[in-house]
C-alpha cells in the first residue's frame, strides 16, 4: 500500500538520477535493512529442501492486482525449485467477505490461477468489491460452483481457523503492508522496500522488476545457506 506513494514522490522529487547515482545498494545486489528485511523470529516452513514463498496480499489492494502478472510469472520461472503459497491479509469486517472468499475456495480445492485472477479482475475491471456475503455467493454462482456447499464451508469453523492463522502469521512475519514477499521464512521484501534507497522507480512496473531482482538474490541466498 506503500507503492502508489514511492512512486508520486519519486516523480515529484525530480532529482531521480542523482539518487540512484549515490545510492550504495541495489536490487542486484541488496542490503538488509534496506531493501529487504531479515526477520528477528525466523518461521517454521513446510516446504523441506525447497524454497517456501509467501506472499502475503488482499484482493481489495490495486497494488496486489497490478504486482499479480508480473509475480506469477516469476514463480513459473522457478518451476519445482520453490513452494508458492499465499496468504490473504485481514484488515476489518469490510473485507473479511474477501479473504473469506480466498479461504473457502482453498478449502474446496477450487483456488486455481483462473479463478484468482477473475476475483481479482471482477473487483479492480469490473468494479464488484465484493465485500458483502450475498456479493460473493452472487459471483461464485456464476463462476458454476454450488452455492449451497460453498455457503456451507464458506461459514464453517475450518474457514475461520484459516483467517485466524492469516493473523498470526501477519504477525509473526511483522506485516504492514501489502503486497509483500517471504522467503524460507527469514527474509521478506517488497515492491516499495526493493526501491526504498535508490528511490529510482517511476512506475509500479519498474517497482515490480526491481522486488524480483531482490527475490532472485534472496532465493539464491535461501537455497545456499539451506544445503
Not at 516469476?74 to 485481514?90: F, L, M, P, S, T
Not at 526491481?210 to 544445503?227: G, N, P, S
Request: charge should be positive.
Amino acid at each position: 500500500m506503500r507503492i502508489l506513494k514511492r512512486v508520486v514522490g519519486a516523480l515529484a522529487l525530480g532529482t531521480l538520477a542523482l539518487v540512484a547515482g549515490s545510492a550504495s545498494a541495489s536490487p542486484a545486489a541488496p542490503k538488509a535493512g534496506v531493501e529487504y528485511q531479515l526477520l528477528s523470529a525466523p518461521q517454521p516452513t513446510e516446504s523441506g529442501k525447497k524454497i517456501e514463498i509467501t506472499e502475503f496480499f488482499a484482493y481489495y489492494c490495486p497494488h496486489c492486482h497490478s504486482f499479480e502478472p508480473a509475480l506469477a510469472a516469476w514463480v513459473k520461472k522457478q518451476g519445482d525449485n520453490i513452494v508458492y503459497k499465499r496468504v490473504h491479509v485481514g484488515r476489518d469486517e469490510s473485507v473479511a467477505p474477501q479473504q473469506k472468499l480466498f479461504y473457502t475456495l482453498d478449502a474446496m480445492g477450487l483456488l486455481s490461477e483462473q479463478m484468482h485472477n477473475k476475483i481479482f479482475d471482477e473487483m479492480h475491471l469490473a468494479h464488484n468489491r465484493l465485500n458483502r456475503d450475498e456479493q460473493v455467493f452472487d459471483f461464485i454462482v456464476k463462476q458454476g460452483v454450488d452455492k449451497q456447499k460453498f455457503v456451507d464451508t464458506y461459514r464453517s469453523f475450518g474457514v475461520a481457523g484459516r483467517v485466524r492463522k492469516a493473523s498470526a502469521m501477519m504477525a509473526a512475519y511483522q506485516i504492514d503492508s501489502w503486497p509483500m514477499l517471504a522467503v524460507d521464512g527469514r527474509f521478506i521484501t517488497s515492491p516499495s522496500m526493493a526501491d526504498d534507497e535508490k528511490k529510482s522507480a517511476t512506475t509500479e512496473a519498474q517497482l515490480h522488476t526491481e522486488v524480483l531482482q531482490v527475490m532472485d538474490v534472496l532465493l539464491a541466498k535461501a537455497k545456499a545457506e539451506k544445503k
